[in-house]
Structure formats: structure tokens, C-alpha cells
């Protein structure tokens, strides 16, 4: 059976480029993919999280104030009993010169990862099967087979 | 059950009395009055006159501020030192959602302090006389533009302020610009905007209506593009408007973006009835900008270049200052001088270039299937064939935010920098046509060594904005 | 009698040790030693290397300042912010004019004062190590620009310097350059220039020679400007260079620019011998610009899309600044991005425009003619012919202000604005295509309704700097 | 018999453009042209006056400096004893925001008239023709056997 990723923008960020190609990146990688669209409030993200009973939740924010959108997220996961994997990517900060400040950041907020926005889909990928203890060759037979 | 068909004058009555109910200014729209202000006005304020007659491609910049004074003072700026042909009149974001009292509070403090609180002109709030006072100050048409899925009360307060141009549709103003509105609700509301366009077309006064080409302005494949704006001119043929002029925007191969305005104004003429006069207008790169204004120049100018070959009716030119948001008045002036520039030195030139023919032969192909298919999907009716083809994924749109459309189908570019549909999903569409984007994505595939991907499609949504064309791998690319 | 015969080496040397001998700096050229200096170079400096193995347009901007400090940190600014891929060194006017007294003085004066009072790199003042100097502290091939009728010394020095490649040549750096210089005079002294660049090239270090192709940069013919460019390929190569790029300056009609720099390099390798590697440089437009940096962005960019189809190995840029003369370091790097940004999004696209090769056959025609005549001027003798053809007038440039040419020849744009000749004065030309020309010219004249006159030069002559490319009566113009 | 002017830019401005084009004009309206092209001085001018009898000395001028170019040039044609008509025309001052100012400027130098960047060649001409009494007829006549 394959895993459930969901997958969304939070806030009132309507760019939705991003989150289209993650959400071909990681079906092609073999998992199910909930997309929830742009401007995804937390309480959808939760709900659908349970609905879905995902391994995890991914969020993107491009807008630059992805501080403020994820206040409180991590409370009302765990309000709504969502246990997953927490990772979150994008220009996440406005100016961002310093990357790793942003990271703490959004680590201190409960995230399990933190991507900047030129992270490749790959590399969120391969950082899931880490976390999620996916075999390569598991995830490759999934995509061969999708 | 919603159809194409056109409102009854009653049911036109109704719904007008009550949507200028809303809001307080709508009290002072009287339409006998209006048909004869509009009358009274120059024929060179006359939009669908002045555009269907010119001799050239017109510019008009995008522009909107919350104040009369200082929306007067930037478009004259715009028209004396731009040297614009058309200008608009940006609305801003409350009233798009039709929120008028918080555009009220802004319009206040605008008013108040001086600051632009407000992202554009709240038409209703500033009302039928301050319409007509910036009507009566600029020397040029100028057109409502905005994107607002329920654009009633505003339709009916710049149509009577004078206003003869108005932008946007159920489809273009819904898919890429909101997640939850339903499609047959705002088909509903455009039919009224379309209808009341329709009324005054009836008593003369011809209210030009402009379909939003470029769509979620992000690598959206011409035939896409060209099917929703035929179903636009459809709808507002069905209500009574005659002026339709349809929109594209560049996708930045000269080649693709000819053959997509040729195909543009030859399927317009031929769907839309014999009555309606259709005119084409071209949307310089709606894509992401480089962040450098040299740059950014040159983006701008090979859309004046593609327009000079095309010759569409009309540009809406950009600044050199896109990548950083509203630009200022005198950014805005420039994009439309290099344009202009460009345009009047390549215009008299003979540049024909090979493959335009085929490919809008091609484009036109896929526009019909599409058309084909919503109209099976509606059985012969286009409001329910585009409701349901959008609902089955026949006809969708790339990178749309809206839950009304799948958003599922995928664009990425060919070896030459045409954008081809990389992920069809439920697209309506022939598979040898299919088969021919396939080809020209493989063989993009075979020069970049590797696979067809949605990777390819990640880097073209970059590319422009990184200073390329095709988001080639960057290993194979810079030396 | 003059000649086009290699200087034989003994008297190579006499001369190098006379005109070395003019200024004190010519004591530090060290012929051996600069052999091994060059070869100390690494591969990304040797220019000529660089230049023919591109797989794009290389773009090079202008620029030249007094002090040897400034000139590095504007170099690389313009390498770094503009991204350059080739830099250039300007050289001031006073050594332009072998003035080198007045150019030590000017550049004492800036070295005390820091102000930029001479119009460029006093390179004989410099002498070899300041050379050096610049040509270590930049990571870029640099050549070396000017417009000296005698450039001996400079070349001298230059070489020794460590530069790989000099613009200019005997007929391109006088006729449009001064009044008073004889032809003879000029061959002679270029024959040295072009000497000495083949001893370094005898020794493994090929140094670039660049004629300056667009000669008076006013509506110049594309086969006048290219057979000059062939007659100074020809005596360089007799001198034993082996690098040569052929230069054409941009007319602003596309199909006519591509057109001539594909003449000018298949005519070129043609003319010239098969030892001589040829590439081509494209100006962009030489003439009057607007007085307005958003149109002059319009004028460069429509430079980067013929760059971008045609494909020569290099383009110098202009800058949005040209029309006030010596341009910002910003503007001047404003431009290369431009153009960058142009010719990025444009190369990969294939644009093949119809009626190119007509147009290409029809300068080669004409070019041959030029040749012919020049030929039998000379007794089969390119030196003689070339100095008798410019006296008889078989041979000419519109708009000469030197002596040396009759600057009788006058050009007009057609109907489609490519440069035809209006007046044919004793331009040796079959009258076949004088008949073209004629044709072409009367269409425009029909067009505009008005006879064939030199109105319509002087109309062409401003016309880009007006904002269009035909310079068409005013009555018949706006709208 | 033609009539003949001498044509010439002034001082050290190497702009050949007008020159040319007023060559041309010149020619095409019957009256013998000598052109001595880009930097001429006052002597070359005064010279080439005598030497061809010249009816009309025709002076451009287009880098701004022509006030300084001209000073005592009347005094140098009446050192050679010309006795010509004398125009001159093109950008006559840097910044020349009152052509009046201007056309005052240079009849006070001597000149018989002034004329700015704009100016058509054919109003040289219609000009010339009207100072030298030439009727139109004669003129044209001339224009047509060239």
C-alpha cells in the first residue's frame, strides 16, 4: 500500500506553480497525493490529514510570511491527533540571507524539515523515503508501476 | 439549470435594481442618462470605434490608484509621456471581492492621508460622477480592468460613468484568480455583466468586452487560451455585445505566439456571429520577470517584436519594474515607449517567418477538439458543455488555483521553445495531436539527455525570469 | 609604389625600431619576451581562441577611461554586472591623433585630480607593464579600440601589453574617421600594424585583427561596408594574420542585417585565404538614437533579435545612454543585459524569415561588383585598386568626411526599410541592380507620394531617433 | 550661367550629414556647389570664396560651438575681399532654448541669415533664390537639365 502524502499552500498565498509540480514529483514517486490547493488554512491541513490518515504534511508558503501563517500549526495538528511528518518549503522568510536562521525558525515551530526554494522535488522525495524508512527499490517499483 | 441564453429585459430590470441596491452609489445610475452621456462623448473616447479603426497596434499600460486626482494625474502622465493609446483603469482588490465597505474605509484614508491604501480605483465607491469626472479629464478610452468574479454593480456603475471598455469573463476572471467560486455561479454573474453590456450595445453606445487571455499567465498552451476566450465571446455574443476583443498572452516563442494571435482572430471570427466586430489583443510575457530592469527590457521587447510581426489590435504592455510588483508611473511610461519603439521600427517590415502556418494550423486543431468537446459536453449548449468539460477535465487549465478546473494538465517547452502539453491528464484531445507534442517534447528530451519530466516543468516556469527561454538542465547550460 | 606585399622582416624591424623610438615607453617592448608573456596567458585570455570557439553571440561593450585603476574596476563591473564576454579598451583622442605629449599631460592631470580628463586609455603612456597590469587584473580577453590612423606605436605597446586583438584597419579608421589622412598614407602604416600582428602569429600567438565595419554608421550599404571589410582582411592576411573578424554595423532592417552578416562571412571566406580564420562582429545601430534611455532600450533590443537569428560570433552593445555620448557604467552594463537577455530568449527559436537568401544575393552581387572594380582599379593589385577605385569614385562611403573618399554615394531606405542607393554617383555597379534599387526606392516613393529625392535620406537619416525606422513625411505619418 | 555658394562645416565638427544633404539640395536646384566638407576654417572658406567667385558662403554648424568658430570670420572675408551673401545654420547654440536670441546672435556676427536644426533645405533655397533676385522659373529650368 502505497503512502499519503498532503500536500498545500498556506495562508492567502495563492502561488500555485509549486505545489502543481510537487504534487506530479511525488505521485510519480509512488505516493498518494492529497492536494489541497492554494490558501490552505492549518484546519484544512489538519482535516485532511485525518481524513487521509497521511504520513505527512507538506507545506508550502512563497509569499514571505510563512512565519505568521504557521504560528500555532503544530498545536492544531496535534489538537486534530495528526501524526505526521511536518515539512515545509519555499521563500519563507522575506530577504532571506541567511538560510539556516530560517530553519531554526520553522524547526522551533515543530517542523520536521525545512526546504529554500530551490530545492529540487527530489530531494524532498529523498528525504521522505529517509524519514518515512522507504526502501529505494520499494520506490522505484512505484514508479515503474505508476 | 443555467444555459446560454440571454436574460430577459425583465429579469436584466430585476437583477439590476437589485444589485444597485448594494451599495449607495448605485442609486445614481439611470440608463436612459447614460446612453446620452455616452453620446455626448468625442469620438475619439468612443473604445470600440477607436480600436477597431486603428492602423496599428494600440498600447495601453495596466494602472490604478485610489484617489480621482491621482488616477487623473497617472493616466494623463501615462497618455502624454508614455504615449499610450488606450488606458485602463485598475480596480483594486476589495471591490473585486466585493467588499465595498472596507474599499470605502481605504478610499478614506487615501483620501485622509495621501497614501495608496487601496491596490486600484474603487470604481463603486468613487461612483457614477467621479467615473464620468476621469472619463472627462483623460483624452483616450479607457477600460475597466480588474478581476472580479461578480463584477455586476461595478459593471453597471462605470458602464453609466462612462467607462466603454470592460475586461474579463466567467472563466478567464474565475479560474486563475480564486480557489471557491463555482463556475456556474459566475457564468451567472457575467451573463448580467455581458446582458447589460448587451443593452447599451442595443441603444448604440457599443460597451467593448475584453475575455482575459492570458489565464493563470503561466505557460498556458495557446489552444487552451483560445478555446476559453471563444466560449467568452460566445456568452457575450449570446447577450447582446458586439465589440469582443480577445486576449492572448506571450508565451515568448515568436513563432508559436504569431501563429496563436493568427488563430486567435480567424476561430473569433468564425465562432462568434457575423455581428460581432472581433479584435485581438496581446499581453506582453505574463510570466515571472528577471529581477533587473535591463533585463526585463529585453523580455518587453521581444513582446513588441512579436507584435509588430502579428500585429494584434492591441498590446497591454509591461514595465521593466514587473518583477518587483507595481511599478511607477515612469516604469510604466518606459515599458510602453520600448514597446512603441520597437513596434514602429519592425511594423513596415516584411518578416515572414516559416512554420507560422503550420503551426497555427495545428493550434487551430486543438482549439476545435476542445470546442468539439464542450460542445458534446453541453449537447449543443456551451454553458453546460463548459461546466461539465471543465468538471470531466476535458478542458482544463495549467497552474489554476481554482477548484472549478483540474489544474491536472502539465505545459512544458520543446526544443524550440513552444509550449506543448507535457501531461494531458483528461484533456479532450486527438492523439495524433497527442502524438505530435509528444515528438517535439522528446526530441527537447534527447538534446537535454534526460527524461521528459515534470522537472522540465519546474525549469520553464523559471526560465524567462533566469534569462532563457527553455529551462534547460544547468549542467548542459551556460559555459 | 605601394603595394600589397608583405613588409619583409629586416625592414619590419627598422620601422618598429623607429617608431618605438617615438615615445619613451617604446623602449620596454621586448618582441621575445612578449612572445613568452602571451604564452604565459591563460586559455580564457587568448582571445582569438575564445572568440572562434563560442557556441553563442560573445557580447563586448565600449569603454575607456584615463587611469589604470579606473580602467580595471570598470572593466570588471562591465565583465561582471554586465556580463561582458569580451572587454574593451578604448583609447583616448590625443593618442588617437599621435598626440602622446598631451596625452601624458591629461593623464598626469587625472592621476592628480582623479577626474576622466582625456576620453580614454592613454595605452603608449601606460607602456608594457600597465598593460599588463590591466590585462592580469581582468578575466576576460580584452582588445584593444580606437580609431588611429597611425597606430604603430599603439600596436607596438598594445601587443607587448599582452592584448590579443586590435580594431581598426586603413580605409575603416580614415575614411570615416578624418578629413585629411591620404589612403596611401594609411595602408602603409596599417601594413605594419598588421606585420606585426603576424609576427606574433609566425610565433604561435595569434593576434585579432578587427576592421571596423560600420565605417560612418549612417545607412552605409551592406556591399560597401563589406567589400572594405574584405579589401582589410585581405591586406591583414597578407601580412600573416590569421585571425580576422569582419564587422558590420546594424541598418535596423532584420531580414537585411541577417542577410549581410551572412554575406559577410560566406564572402569572407571566400575572399580570404583558407589559413585565415573568419569570424564577424555585429554593431549594433551606429546611428542617431532617441534621446529617450526606454526607445534607445527598443533600438537595442531590436540589435540583440537580428543577433539572435543571424548568429555572428560577437555583438558590440550600445547603451540606453547612447544619445548623450559616453554612457554610465550602469547603462553601459544595462545594455549587454539587454542584449543578453534577447538574444538568450530568441537563439534557441528557429526564425527563418523569407526572402533572406534573395536579399544575401543580391549584397553578394553587389559586393562582387565592388570587388571586381577594384580589382581591375589595381591591375589585380588590392592596394592600388583600392586607392584608385576611392579616387575615381568606383569605390565610396556615404557620408565620408574625409578627403580620401567622394562621399558622393547617398543611401535611402525602401519601402520595407532596407538601405538601398538613392544616388549612385561613379559607384562602379551593374546596372541591373541599379534597376533593383530604383524599383525598390520608387515603391516608397508611390507609398508616400512624393518623388525620389535626398529628402528621403535626410528623412532616414533621423528617423530611428525619431522613433521609427522610415523616415516617411510627416503628413503621411501618425495618426 | 549657374550661380555658385561654397558649402562647409565650421571649426573642428566632423558632422558631415547636413552638409551632404544640402550638397545635394543645392545641386538638384541649379546652382554649382562647392562643398569643402567637415572641419574647414575661416581662411578655407574665405579662399575657396575667392577662387570660385562665390554668390553665397554657406556655413553649418552642429557641436555647439559655433559662436566661438565664427568670431571675426566677416573680418576675414573682408580681408580676402569677398563679397558673398553669408547663411548659416544647424545647432548653433548648446541648449538653444531661444532661437531668436540665437538668430540675433549670429546676424550681429554678420550673417545675412540664420537658420535652426529644422530647417528644410528648401527654404535655404527658396531663401537663397530670393536674396540673389533668381525667378523661380529660371530656377526650375535649371532643376529639370540637371
Known amino acids: 500500500m502505497s503512502q499519503t502524502v498532503v500536500l498545500g499552500v498556506i495562508g492567502s498565498d495563492a502561488h500555485v506553480v509549486g505545489i502543481t509540480i510537487l504534487e506530479q514529483a511525488f505521485s510519480a514517486a509512488g505516493f498518494d497525493v492529497i492536494n489541497l490547493g492554494v490558501q490552505t488554512s492549518q484546519e484544512e491541513f489538519a482535516e485532511a490529514a485525518v481524513a487521509h490518515d497521511a504520513e505527512a504534511v507538506l507545506v508550502s508558503s512563497l509569499y514571505g510570511h510563512a512565519e505568521q501563517d504557521c504560528q500555532g500549526f503544530h498545536d492544531v495538528l496535534d489538537a486534530e491527533g495528526v501524526d505526521a511528518l511536518t515539512y515545509i518549503g519555499g521563500n519563507l522568510a522575506v530577504g532571506q540571507d541567511d538560510f539556516e536562521q530560517t530553519r531554526e525558525t520553522f524547526e522551533d515551530l515543530g517542523f520536521d524539515r525545512v526546504f529554500n526554494s530551490e530545492t529540487d522535488p527530489e530531494e524532498a522525495i529523498a528525504a521522505l523515503r529517509q524519514d518515512l524508512q522507504i526502501t529505494t527499490t520499494e520506490a522505484e517499483r512505484a514508479t515503474i508501476s505508476s | ?479
Open chain 2, 1 to 479: 439549470m443555467i444555459r446560454d441564453e440571454r436574460i430577459p429585459a425583465d429579469e436584466l430590470r430585476r437583477i439590476d435594481d437589485e444589485i444597485r441596491s448594494n451599495w449607495p452609489t448605485g442609486d445614481a445610475v439611470d440608463f436612459d442618462e447614460a446612453i446620452d452621456y455616452h453620446e455626448s462623448l468625442p469620438a475619439h473616447k468612443q473604445f470600440a470605434d477607436v480600436l477597431e479603426n486603428a492602423d496599428k497596434p494600440l498600447l495601453q499600460p495596466r494602472a490604478g490608484v485610489p484617489r480621482l486626482d491621482d488616477q487623473i494625474e497617472l493616466l494623463e502622465y501615462l497618455h502624454e509621456s508614455g504615449q499610450a493609446d488606450l488606458l485602463p483603469t485598475t480596480i483594486d482588490s476589495y471591490t473585486r471581492d466585493n467588499e465595498y465597505g472596507k474599499a470605502q474605509e481605504g478610499l478614506e484614508k487615501a483620501r485622509e492621508t495621501g497614501e495608496d491604501t487601496l491596490n486600484g480605483f474603487p470604481a463603486v465607491n468613487h461612483g457614477v460622477e467621479d467615473c464620468r469626472n476621469l472619463i472627462e479629464a483623460i483624452d483616450a478610452p479607457i477600460e475597466v480592468r480588474h478581476g472580479t468574479p461578480d463584477a455586476r454593480l461595478l459593471a453597471a456603475i462605470t458602464f453609466a460613468g462612462g467607462f466603454q471598455s470592460f475586461e474579463g469573463g466567467p472563466i478567464s476572471y474565475n479560474i486563475p484568480y480564486t480557489k471557491r467560486h463555482g463556475l456556474e455561479e459566475t457564468i451567472e454573474k457575467w451573463q448580467f455583466v455581458d446582458r447589460l453590456a448587451g443593452a447599451y450595445t442595443e441603444r448604440g453606445v457599443r460597451i467593448n468586452r475584453e475575455p482575459f487571455g492570458p489565464l493563470t499567465g503561466t505557460l498556458v498552451p495557446p489552444s487552451i487560451a483560445i478555446a476559453i476566450m471563444i466560449v467568452e465571446g460566445q456568452l457575450a455574443a449570446t447577450q447582446g455585445v458586439r465589440s469582443i476583443t480577445l486576449g492572448y498572452g506571450q508565451v515568448g516563442n515568436v513563432v508559436q505566439d504569431v501563429a496563436a494571435l493568427n488563430a486567435l482572430q480567424k476561430l473569433g471570427d468564425e465562432y462568434l456571429p457575423d455581428e460581432v466586430v472581433v479584435t485581438t489583443v496581446f499581453h506582453e510575457w505574463m510570466g515571472g520577470f528577471p529581477p533587473d530592469e535591463a533585463r526585463a527590457n529585453g523580455v518587453i521587447s521581444l513582446g513588441g517584436m512579436t507584435a509588430a510581426i502579428a500585429q494584434p489590435d492591441k498590446v497591454i504592455t509591461k514595465s521593466p519594474q514587473e518583477f518587483q510588483g507595481v511599478p511607477t508611473k515612469e516604469a510604466n511610461a518606459s515599458g510602453l515607449r520600448t514597446t512603441r519603439q520597437v513596434i514602429d521600427m519592425a511594423i513596415e517590415q516584411e518578416i515572414d517567418i516559416d512554420g507560422i502556418a503550420e503551426e497555427q494550423d495545428l493550434i487551430e486543431r486543438e482549439t476545435r477538439c476542445l470546442m468539439d468537446t464542450i460542445f458534446e459536453h453541453g449537447d449543443g449548449d456551451v454553458v453546460q458543455g463548459t461546466i461539465k468539460a471543465f468538471d470531466s477535465g476535458a478542458l482544463d487549465v495549467p497552474f489554476a488555483p481554482s477548484d472549478s478546473a483540474r489544474g491536472a494538465v502539465l505545459p512544458a517547452r520543446d526544443d524550440d521553445g513552444r509550449v506543448r502539453i507535457f501531461e494531458w491528464a483528461d484533456l479532450a484531445m486527438d492523439d495524433d495531436i497527442k502524438e505530435i507534442h509528444k515528438a517535439r517534447l522528446s526530441r527537447r528530451a534527447d538534446t537535454e539527455g534526460r527524461d521528459q519530466s515534470f522537472r522540465m516543468v519546474a525549469d520553464d516556469v523559471d526560465a524567462i525570469s533566469d534569462g532563457k527561454l527553455i529551462g534547460r538542465p544547468q549542467n548542459a547550460g551556460d559555459v
